[in-house]
């Protein structure tokens, strides 16, 4: 198991006002099993429109080629998204994490593409409000064969929000999240994708762990994201 934890800036307390998380109605899709270079995902819930909203696009995707790790774009409703984390386990799975300040709009559709033919992908969105852009700390975490439990270790400042995403090569069930609470996993065929997020009112140093009972290979981003 291998994994990395950066931190981008991180303060015991701040008195602007909390984050907060939206995470109702239908935030993602089945992956898709179709080989491709660009994938989209329509009719996603964005939730409700506001100023201060970013919608954080996660998801995961399989390859052979094992240097290729980033997506050459994500947008977010046309949106185009800022890079927040990327994992890849050196073999054929990869995930990621992308944000992008979408205030108007209640839904609309996840693009990613690709530089390289991929054989899956899966995506899903949570958003958050009153977050500044710049998360304050990500971590990745990866696996590569038997039962994982992928885990960062990672500070959240007080108000703020940790969001993850968990990726897999096998179709035997989903993930079990510690730390943080799930909010959708989407098992098809050979690929599973799960996302998770939580606010914290207290500042604290949080281990989130995304549980698999077996895999072939697996991944795992996480980041925090502190008040404006």
């Known amino acids: 198991m291998s994994f990395g934890y950066q ?3 991180f303060g015991a307390g701040s008195s602007a006002a909390p984050v907060t998380l939206e995470t109702g109605g239908t935030r993602n899709a089945a992956p898709s099993e179709t080989d491709a ?3 989209t995902f329509s009719s ?3 939730g409700t429109a506001a100023a201060n909203r970013h919608v954080i696009a996660v998801g995961g995707w399989e390859h052979s080629t094992s240097g290729t790790t980033d997506p050459s774009s994500v947008t977010i409703g046309g949106v185009t998204a800022t890079k927040v ?3 890849n386990d050196g073999r054929y799975d990869r995930s990621f994490m992308y944000i992008a300040a979408v205030p108007t ?8 593409n690709l530089p390289v033919t991929a054989w899956r992908c899966g995506m899903g969105c949570m958003s958050i409000y009153g977050a500044s852009i710049t998360p304050t700390a990500t971590g990745t975490d990866s696996g590569v064969s038997g039962s994982e439990d992928l885990e960062v270790s990672i500070a959240v400042s007080a108000g703020g929000v940790i969001v993850g995403v968990a990726e897999n090569n096998t179709a035997t069930g989903g993930y079990t999240w510690v730390g943080i609470d799930e909010i959708w996993d989407e098992v098809e065929a050979s690929l599973c994708v799960g996302g998770a997020a939580k606010t914290f009112a207290a500042a604290a140093t949080v281990a989130v762990q995304a549980n698999l009972a077996s895999t072939n290979g ?7 994201f502190g008040p404006a």
């Open 7 to 9: 931190v981008l800036g």
């Open 37 to 39: 270079s660009s994938y």
């Open 44 to 46: 996603i819930d964005f």
């Open 85 to 87: 984390a990327t994992k």
């Open 105 to 112: 709009g209640t839904s609309g559709a996840l693009v990613v």
């Open 218 to 224: 697996a991944t795992l981003c996480v980041a925090a």
